[in-house]
C-alpha cells in the first residue's frame, strides 16, 4: 500500500531519471529554480508554487488527498466528473489521471520549455529553440486561460475520491521507452520504423482500435536518417515553426504522438519523414510503466477512459 504523496513522489522520480534531457541537467534547473525563488521579495514568494522547488513538471500535481492510503485506483487518460463518479460506483479510493487537469492544466504550458532543450539536443541552436517555444508557451497559456479548470476536483472532493494527475513523467517513460527500442532495432526505412511500432503491445492493441501508428509525412520507402522524439514528451505541441529548424539540423524522422495539418504541411515542405505513432497508445505507454509499479506495492488497477492497460509485471 501507499499513500498519495508516495505515488506522487514515486511520478516525479521516475520522470526525472527517465527525461531525455538527463538527470542532470534537470537537477540543475531545479537548483536554478531554487535560486530565482530565494531572490523574490515577501508577496512573490507566498504566491510561488513550492511544488516547482522539487518537482520540474507543471503539469504532475496531487490535486485532492484525503490522507488515506491508496488501495484501488481508476487510471484513465482523461479523467473528468464522469470518471470520478465511475470510481465511487466501482469502490476506487483514488483516481489517476495521466492528462493534466485543474492547476496542472491551468499551468501545462510552463513544463515545454523542455522542448527547447531537447530540440537543442537534436541540434537546434539553442536560441532558436527557445526563441520559437516561448511563443508557443504563452499562446497555449492563453488558449488554457478560459476553461472552468477545477470541476473534476470539485466532484473529486465531494466524494471524498483521492485525485492525482500524472502527465510528462509518464511521458518521460514512453519516450525513453521508444528511444531504447529504435537505437536497438535501427530501423533504416520509415516502413520499419511502423514495424517496430507495432511490435509493442500497446501499438498492436490500438491497431485492432484502428488506431495504430501511421506515416504523416513521407513514405514507407523513405530512408529514416537521423531519428528525432521531439514530439512526444513536452506536454502538449509545439510550434509549427520548428520543423523547418529541425530540418536544417540534419534531422530526417520525426516521431509523435499527433500532429495538425499545419505542423503536416510545414513538416512536408522541409523534407521530414513524420510518423505518428498513436495517442492514447503512446500515452498508454508511459502510463503503464509508472502503475506497474503500483501494481507491485499490490495497488488494485482499474483502468479506464482510453487506458490500453498492458502489465509489464508478469513476463511472457
Ligand atoms: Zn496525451
Avoid: W
Avoid at 491551468?106 to 532543450?117: F, K
Avoid at 498508454?284 to 488497477?301: A, C, H, M, P, T
Amino acid at each position: 500500500m501507499m499513500t498519495l504523496k508516495q505515488i506522487y513522489d514515486l511520478a516525479i522520480d521516475l520522470g526525472i531519471k527517465n527525461d531525455l534531457r538527463g538527470e542532470a541537467k534537470v537537477k540543475k534547473n531545479l537548483a536554478k529554480q531554487k535560486e530565482k525563488y530565494q531572490k523574490l521579495g515577501k508577496e512573490k514568494k507566498a504566491e510561488f508554487d513550492q511544488e516547482n522547488l522539487t518537482n520540474p513538471y507543471s503539469d504532475t500535481r496531487i490535486l485532492y488527498d484525503n490522507g488515506k492510503e491508496v488501495k484501488k485506483v481508476l487510471v484513465g487518460i482523461d479523467i473528468g466528473v464522469q470518471e470520478i463518479l465511475l470510481a465511487k460506483t466501482l469502490g476506487c479510493d483514488t483516481a489517476i489521471s495521466h492528462h493534466p487537469d485543474s492547476i496542472a492544466l491551468a499551468d501545462l504550458s510552463s513544463v515545454m520549455h523542455l522542448q527547447a532543450e531537447v530540440l537543442a539536443m537534436y541540434g537546434v541552436p539553442i536560441n532558436i529553440a527557445e526563441a520559437i517555444t516561448k511563443e508557443r508557451v504563452s499562446e497555449v497559456a492563453r488558449g488554457l486561460s478560459p476553461i472552468n479548470h477545477n470541476r473534476a476536483v470539485d466532484a473529486a472532493k465531494l466524494l471524498n475520491i483521492n485525485y492525482i494527475c500524472v502527465h510528462t513523467p509518464c511521458d518521460n517513460l514512453a519516450a525513453i521507452y521508444l528511444d531504447k527500442e529504435i537505437k536497438k532495432a535501427k530501423p533504416e526505412t520509415v516502413g520499419e520504423i511502423i514495424d517496430l511500432l507495432k511490435k509493442i503491445p500497446e501499438y498492436a492493441e490500438a491497431v485492432k482500435l484502428k488506431a495504430g501508428p501511421k506515416i504523416f509525412a513521407g513514405s514507407a520507402d523513405n530512408s529514416v536518417g537521423k531519428i528525432a522524439l521531439t514530439e512526444i514528451t513536452g506536454g502538449t505541441s509545439g510550434s509549427k515553426d520548428m520543423y523547418e529548424k529541425i530540418s536544417q539540423a540534419g534531422i530526417g524522422t520525426i516521431i509523435g504522438m499527433h500532429l495538425g495539418e499545419e505542423s503536416r504541411k510545414e513538416a512536408m515542405k522541409h523534407y521530414l519523414n513524420v510518423v505518428i505513432a498513436g495517442h492514447m497508445s503512446s500515452d498508454s505507454l508511459g502510463v503503464n510503466q509508472f502503475i506497474d509499479k503500483l501494481e507491485k506495492q499490490k495497488i488494485e488497477i482499474v483502468p479506464c477512459s482510453g487506458l490500453i492497460r498492458v502489465s509489464r509485471n508478469v513476463k511472457k
